[in-house]
C-alpha cells in the first residue's frame, strides 16, 4: 500500500495530505443554510462539505485524512457520515488514512483492525495506530496489513504542545521514548519494504519538531512519514492540511 | 461519578465489572439459530446475548465494560448495538465503563469527550483513554467528567505480555513510564476527589502485575483502579470479567 501512495504522490507531484475534520462552524455559508440545524442536517452538511473538498482536490492532493473523533461526536449518523466520506474518496481514486489512534491488546486491536483495515464497511487505506501497549497492540494491524494490502501510520512523536510529557522523557541508556518507539516501527515493518525503500508501517511525526523530525528521518530510514501540524494547524480558519 | 460507582459496589458487595465483547463464536447455541448470519443477524444475537448477561447480573454486579473494538468490527450496526447495549444496562441501573481507548491532541480528545461523555447518543458514565499524548489530550476529559459528572479510566499499566516494551522503561530519574503516567493521573484528578477519597480520573492497571499492583495503589493513593485481566482474560471460554 506505501508503493501506491507514493506513486500517487509522484503521480501528482504533491505530498500533501487533506484533514477532514467536519465541524459545524467551519462550513461555508454557500451549505449550512439548506440544511436545518438538526444533528441530521448538521451531518447532511458536513458530507456534502466533505464531498465538495473532495470534488475541488481530488486531482491535484493523493489522499484524504478523516478524524473519526468528529464524526464519532455527531453519533451514529456521523459514522454514516465517515463511511460515506471514505467511500466517496476511494472512488475519486484518493487514498485514505483513517485517523482514529486505536490500539489495545492484541485480541482487541485484531477487532479494531477488522472493523477498519479489513475489507469491511469503511475501507481505509491506512489507519493511525496508539504505541502505548508495546509489540501484540500493533502486529494485529501488521499482519492485517500484508494481508489486505493496507498500511498503518503509528504514532511516534505528536504535533500537541504536551507530547513532550512523556515522548521526550529520556531513559537510563540515553535514548528518548519517540526513538524507542520509532527503532520498534522500523521492526514492525521489516517485511513489508517495498519498491521505493519504505514499508507498510509509517510513522506519525509533529513537524512543530524540526529538529526530531530531522533525527527521526535519519534513524528510521525505512519509515514513511505522515506530519501534521506542517503550515495549518492551529490556523483557525483552514486546518485541512497534513503532509507527507 | 467515582462516588457512584464506589457507593454501587459497596451496595451490590461486588467489586467486579462484567466485559462485554461480543463475539459471534462466544454467543450460546440457545441464541445463535434464532438469527442467521449475515451481519445483521450477528448484530441480533450479539445484542440478546448482552441483554441476557445484564438480566442475568444486574442486582449482583455494579458495572458493565463494553469494549467499543468488537462491536465497531461489525460496522454500523454494531455501533447500534453498543449504543443500545449501553441504553440498556444504564436502564438496568448499572455503570457503564465504555472501554475505547480514545485519546488525541487536544481538539480532538474534546471531539472524542463530546462523542462519549456529553450526553450525547452513547451516555457511557467512564471512558478508558490512552496518555501517550500527555496532558493536553486528556484534560479535554477530565472538563467534561467534572461538567457532566462522568469519570474516565487513564491507561497506565496494561496486561497484555509486551506492555512492557515502553510502559515499564525506566528514565535517567530512575522512574518507569508507568510510573510517570500514575503521577500524572493523580495530577490530573486532584481537582475531582470525592467523598470516598478517590477522584474521577480512575486508572487501567494490569492484575498481571502484582508487583507493579501494589507499589502503583501506595502511589496513587487518590486513583481507583479498574484490573483487567484479574481472572478471565485469558481463559477462552469466558472472557467476560475485570476487577476494580
Same mark, same amino acid.
Given at each position: 500500500?506505501?508503493?501506491?501512495?507514493?506513486?500517487?504522490?509522484?503521480?501528482?507531484?504533491?505530498?500533501?495530505?487533506?484533514?477532514?475534520?467536519?465541524?459545524?462552524?467551519?462550513?461555508?455559508?454557500?451549505?449550512?443554510?439548506?440544511?436545518?440545524?438538526?444533528?441530521?442536517?448538521?451531518?447532511?452538511?458536513?458530507?456534502?462539505?466533505?464531498?465538495?473538498?473532495?470534488?475541488?482536490?481530488?486531482?491535484?492532493?493523493?489522499?484524504?485524512?478523516?478524524?473519526?473523533?468528529?464524526?464519532?461526536?455527531?453519533?451514529?449518523?456521523?459514522?454514516?457520515?465517515?463511511?460515506?466520506?471514505?467511500?466517496?474518496?476511494?472512488?475519486?481514486?484518493?487514498?485514505?488514512?483513517?485517523?482514529?489512534?486505536?490500539?489495545?491488546?492484541?485480541?482487541?486491536?485484531?477487532?479494531?483492525?477488522?472493523?477498519?483495515?479489513?475489507?469491511?464497511?469503511?475501507?481505509?487505506?491506512?489507519?493511525?495506530?496508539?504505541?502505548?501497549?508495546?509489540?501484540?497492540?500493533?502486529?494485529?494491524?501488521?499482519?492485517?496489513?500484508?494481508?489486505?494490502?493496507?498500511?498503518?501510520?503509528?504514532?511516534?512523536?505528536?504535533?500537541?504542545?504536551?507530547?513532550? /510529557? %512523556?515522548?521526550? #522523557? $529520556?531513559?537510563?541508556?540515553?535514548? +528518548?521514548?519517540?526513538? @524507542?518507539? =520509532?527503532?520498534?516501527?522500523? &521492526?514492525?515493518?521489516?517485511?513489508?519494504?517495498?519498491?521505493?525503500?519504505?514499508?507498510?508501517?509509517?510513522?506519525?511525526?509533529?513537524?512543530?519538531?524540526?529538529? /526530531? %523530525?530531522?533525527? #527521526? $528521518?535519519?534513524?528510521?530510514?525505512? +519509515?514513511?512519514?505522515? @506530519?501534521? =501540524?506542517?503550515?495549518?494547524? &492551529?490556523?483557525?480558519?483552514?486546518?485541512?492540511?497534513?503532509?507527507?
Amino acid at each position: 500500500m506505501i508503493d501506491k501512495l507514493i506513486e500517487k504522490i509522484k503521480e501528482l507531484g504533491n505530498p500533501t495530505v487533506m484533514g477532514l475534520d467536519p465541524r459545524y462552524e467551519l462550513i461555508p455559508d454557500e451549505i449550512k443554510p439548506k440544511y436545518d440545524t438538526s444533528n441530521e442536517g448538521i451531518c447532511k452538511a458536513c458530507l456534502e462539505f466533505n464531498k465538495d473538498l473532495i470534488d475541488s482536490v481530488y486531482d491535484i492532493i493523493p489522499a484524504v485524512k478523516p478524524q473519526s473523533a468528529f464524526y464519532e461526536a455527531l453519533g451514529i449518523k456521523g459514522i454514516e457520515v465517515l463511511k460515506e466520506t471514505c467511500e466517496y474518496a476511494k472512488a475519486k481514486g484518493m487514498i485514505v488514512i483513517l485517523d482514529s489512534k486505536r490500539g489495545d491488546i492484541g485480541s482487541t486491536s485484531k477487532a479494531y483492525s477488522k472493523a477498519y483495515l479489513e475489507d469491511g464497511e469503511f475501507k481505509a487505506d491506512f489507519l493511525t495506530v496508539n504505541p502505548y501497549l508495546g509489540s501484540d497492540g500493533i502486529l494485529p494491524f501488521v499482519e492485517d496489513c500484508e494481508k489486505f494490502d493496507k498500511g498503518i501510520f503509528v504514532l511516534v512523536k505528536t504535533s500537541n504542545p504536551s507530547s513532550s /510529557e %512523556l515522548q521526550d #522523557l $529520556r531513559m537510563e541508556n540515553g535514548k +528518548t521514548i519517540y526513538e @524507542i518507539v =520509532g527503532s520498534l516501527v522500523e &521492526r514492525w515493518g521489516e517485511n513489508s519494504i517495498g519498491k521505493y525503500g519504505y514499508s507498510d508501517v509509517a510513522s506519525v511525526v509533529g513537524a512543530t519538531q524540526p529538529k /526530531e %523530525l530531522k533525527e #527521526l $528521518r535519519e534513524k528510521m530510514p525505512h +519509515t514513511f512519514f505522515l @506530519i501534521p =501540524g506542517y503550515g495549518a494547524q &492551529r490556523r483557525k480558519s483552514r486546518r485541512y492540511c497534513s503532509c507527507f
